[in-house]
């Protein structure tokens, strides 16, 4: 025989829809994320190894012995490619987030943050929480963005020609390309702190709707205690005749017995 299982509140109840901050395709969208600035990190670690370096060569003339000329030791193509995929991903990765974010928590029941009270430790507390994960994800996101770019620039300009010797030679200085990449993965890591906050947010925010609306209701169940049945019959009776007093219902009526009543008519 098959085995039966009780049916508990959790069946019933409805599952999470997709634009939800606790649903499955949210918790896909942050891992992507993470994926994304881990691939950007790494892009940027092999731009920084094969980044374009200078090689100084003596003039041919005799007469200049100490007039000197750079030489690029590649054309740069390997580290643009990498730079610009990183700078792409990683922008792409925090709009997608972000926008998601956004219309998750406007279409929560009820938006997170609303239904508290402001003046609670806890709401204060969750809230600089939420802003300094907000404002440290945009700030590294901006340095890292800002020092891609300035490696693309860099490194796009020396495409053709680079092995022709010149007078003066733009070269990206060590680590920039890896500090990018540090500051792509910490927009990635901040990014998920945010949406933790606002995950725990929006659960503890329906839990004190839930435990609001239980209150309400008890307190509306208790309002009205149940009456007894001489109320009841009361009640009843002062409906079919309003005439009939509460008093009068109340006193009960006495009929003196018979045999008494013959005593009293032969005294």
């Known amino acids: 025989m098959p085995k039966t299982r009780a049916v508990t509140h959790a069946d019933l109840a409805p599952s999470p829809g997709s634009t939800d901050l606790g649903s499955k395709t949210a918790a896909f969208l942050m891992v992507l994320t993470i994926f994304c600035g881990l691939f950007c990190f790494v892009l940027c670690l092999i731009a920084e190894a094969t980044r374009s370096q200078v090689a100084w060569v003596s003039s041919d003339s005799k007469e ?4 000197s000329r750079c030489v690029y030791t590649g054309s740069g193509k390997i580290p643009l490619l990498c730079a610009a995929i990183a700078f792409a991903g990683l922008a792409v990765a ?3 987030e972000h926008m998601y974010m956004l219309i998750a928590v ?4 009820p938006p997170a943050l609303v239904a508290w009270d402001p003046n609670s430790a806890y709401t204060k507390a969750i809230t600089w929480q939420a802003g300094f994960f907000f404002a440290t994800t945009w700030i590294c996101f901006a340095v890292g ?3 891609l770019l300035i490696g693309l620039s860099v490194e796009s300009g020396h495409l053709k020609n680079w092995s022709r010797p010149r007078s003066n030679c733009l070269i990206i200085r ?3 390309f890896s500090a990018a990449g540090i500051f792509a993965l910490l927009t990635v890591f901040f990014a998920a702190g945010l949406y933790l906050t606002a995950l725990r947010a929006q659960r503890m925010s329906q839990e004190h709707e839930t435990t609001r609306r239980e209150i309400l209701e008890a307190s509306a169940l208790y309002a009205s205690p149940p009456r007894s049945p001489q109320q009841r019959m009361i009640t009843a009776i002062a409906r079919e005749n309003p005439v009939i007093r509460e008093n009068q219902i109340d006193q009960p009526s006495f009929t003196y017995p018979p045999a008494f009543t013959k005593q009293l008519h032969l005294v």
């Open 145 to 147: 963005e800002i020092l």
């Open 106 to 109: 406007s279409k929560a029941p």
């Open 94 to 96: 925090m709009v997608v």
């Open 174 to 176: 060590e680590g920039l």
């Open 64 to 67: 200049n012995e100490e007039d």
